[in-house]
């Protein structure tokens, strides 16, 4: 889910991290939160957390990544 939401983004990630805290099964519907946690505007980088949640909200999955994003403006 995330290398497709950086891909629509284009978003270059350089490091992703993943941490797995429940299992998903086939008829699931998980649902993706993503959050700039940091920006560096000067080295144009982000850093972002991602939250994935099932249909009754619970976490199956965190993760967080960096990078460098694509066209998108760093403004605060």
Known sequence: MLTHIGG???????EMR???L????????ITCLVTILEKDETQSR????????NQEGFPV?????????GQVRLSR
Do not use: I, N, Q
């Open 46 to 53: 982000m850093h972002c957390g991602a939250d994935f949640t």
């Open 22 to 29: 429940a299992p998903v099964y086939a008829r699931d519907t």
């Open 8 to 14: 629509m983004l284009g978003f270059l990630a350089t």
């Open 61 to 69: 999955l965190r993760a967080s990544f960096s990078g460098f994003p």
């Open 18 to 20: 993943f941490e797995y």
